[in-house]
Every structure is written in structure tokens, then in C-alpha cells.
């Protein structure tokens, strides 16, 4: 099969981008609003761009809390996603209200940072502190526009768990990173299961567990 993605007709039940991009790996990104609140968002399309120097992104199709805060603030997290923190990974991704912290929501204990005023997830085996370098909107072929917002952070320092490190290296075994495959689907490596993303209803909600 073959479509055009101006139309998108492809005649499929879910788009396939985004499952023939993958596997993607997950930036959970930690950021702090004006007001003193810890925000806690994982985002699919992010990578990293760079290692001299070290230079990460990721990207979101509107304009999210964690934009603004990272925008406003100079800086953000990104902690590692590893596969005995995906149920809390997904906590962490509800469309919560810009007052609530996803750290407390999804029963995360928020770390502070050691250069930056953003706070990253003490579970996390491995965690980076990034400052902002660029904001921007992706420019695009004439007639479509985008709402993309691309965040470029250069990572100043970088947190690792000890009992992940084996003769030097991090073991990828006990790290167990998880990576966002398309549609609902998410990997370890090993297997792949799903989560659905849960939405916020009940002001007094709590994560359960």
C-alpha cells in the first residue's frame, strides 16, 4: 500500500506513522511552574541530538505546561523511563490542571536538581539536567503549519544509580529503558504490552497503588 500524507488516506483503522517511527525512546520530563508547582510529562518524540555537546530534544504538539515552565524557567529533567516505572510513567502522563504535580499524582518522589531548579524522579535509575538552548516551531512545506514546539536543552548534569552500573557500564538489563512504539503499544525489549493513557476527572483523584 502507499498514501499520500497531505490527505492521509490510508484506509488503515489507526494512523501508522507513529508505529513506523518507534521504537522512540521516552523523555520524562521534569519541569517547575512560577508558582512553585513540580510538573512531570513523558514525551515520546525525544532523542538525543548530540554529545559535544551533549544536547537532547523533545518535541510537543501544543503548548503544554511543560513547554512554558521549561520556557520560562531556563531549564528542565529528563529522567530515564525504565520498564518498573511505566505504570507511574503513565500516571504521570494525565491532563492534569497546571496546579496539580503529576510527581504526587502518579506516588513519585520529586529529587531536586544539583545545577538546575527542576526537579527529576528519585525512582529513576539515571536521570539528566538540561538547560535550554532553543525553543522553536519547525518550519514545514508551504501550505501546511505546524504546532509543533521543539525544545533543545544541553544536558549539564547527569544522575546514575550505582546499582545499574556493572564493570563501567550500565547494565541496559537492570535499566530496562522503555520505548513508545505506535498506537498504545509500548516496549522493553523483551515484550511489548499496552497502556492506556488516563484522564483527569475527579479533583480529588490520587494514584492508586
Not at 541530538?49 to 530534544?57: A, E
Not at 518498573?84 to 531536586?112: C, H, Q, R, T, Y
Amino acid at each position: 500500500m502507499f498514501y499520500e500524507t497531505d490527505t492521509n488516506k490510508h484506509g488503515l483503522a489507526h494512523d501508522p506513522f507513529k508505529a513506523i517511527v518507534s521504537p522512540r525512546p521516552i523523555g520524562w520530563i521534569g519541569t517547575v511552574a512560577q508558582d512553585g508547582t513540580y510538573n512531570l510529562a513523558p514525551y515520546s518524540f525525544f532523542n538525543a541530538i548530540g554529545d559535544n555537546p551533549k544536547l537532547v530534544m523533545f518535541s510537543s504538539n501544543t503548548r503544554k505546561d511543560t513547554v512554558t515552565n521549561a520556557e520560562a524557567s531556563g531549564v528542565f529533567s529528563a529522567s530515564l523511563a525504565s520498564r518498573f516505572l511505566a505504570e507511574k510513567i503513565n500516571l504521570s502522563s494525565v491532563n492534569a490542571p497546571p496546579d496539580v504535580s503529576e510527581f504526587d499524582f502518579a506516588g513519585l518522589e520529586a529529587a531536586p536538581g544539583r545545577l538546575i531548579a527542576a526537579p527529576h524522579v528519585r525512582q529513576a535509575f539515571a536521570a539528566l539536567e538540561c538547560k535550554v538552548v532553543d525553543i522553536f516551531t519547525p518550519k514545514t512545506l508551504p501550505g501546511f503549519k505546524s504546532g509543533d514546539l521543539v525544545v533543545i536543552g544541553q544536558v549539564v548534569g547527569i544522575h546514575i544509580d550505582a546499582q545499574v552500573v556493572v564493570d563501567g557500564r550500565i547494565d541496559m538489563a537492570k535499566a530496562a529503558p522503555l520505548a513508545r512504539l505506535g498506537y498504545r503499544d509500548y516496549s522493553d525489549g523483551s515484550q511489548t504490552f499496552e497502556m492506556v493513557r488516563p484522564l483527569w476527572k475527579d479533583p480529588d483523584s490520587k494514584a492508586q497503588g
